[in-house]
């Protein structure tokens, strides 16, 4: 059975770089074709995709983020990371990650992590 689990720092102060981690069991990252999302949900804007990186490792990232997302994973660990950087309180949201079938076609969310940005 696939899951998919966050974790992050929870709490964070305005312009550090969080960085929230996505553990994968039952499927390997680097399965052929399938491709693994970053996600927030916030009051009143919905459901904002933030980024992707497929199977080989490429990535790409929403231009409303201007360039502070990055993400990276680890192999070994069946791990991928988003890394937010310059964080605002307009950052406070739940961040979810997200199989991708390789076709935009999300299958399995994991149950969110919050982040909260306050000084």
């Known amino acids: 059975q696939v899951q998919l689990q966050e974790s992050g720092p929870g709490l964070v102060k305005p312009s550090q770089t969080p960085s929230l981690t996505c553990t994968v069991s039952?499927?390997?990252?680097?399965?052929?074709?399938?491709?693994w999302t970053w996600t927030r949900q916030s009051p009143g804007k919905g459901l904002e995709w933030m980024g992707v990186m497929g199977y080989m490792g490429s990535t790409s990232f929403s231009p409303s983020l201007k360039g502070r997302a990055t993400i990276s994973r680890d192999t070994s660990k069946n791990q991928f990371s988003l890394q937010l950087s310059s964080v605002t309180p307009e950052d406070t949201t739940v961040y979810y990650c997200?199989?991708?079938?390789?076709?935009?076609?999300?299958?399995?969310w994991g149950q969110g992590t919050q982040v909260t940005v306050s000084s």
């Open positions: 997200v199989r991708d079938r390789g076709s935009g076609e999300y299958d399995y």
């Open positions: 039952g499927f390997s990252i680097t399965t052929t074709y399938y491709a």
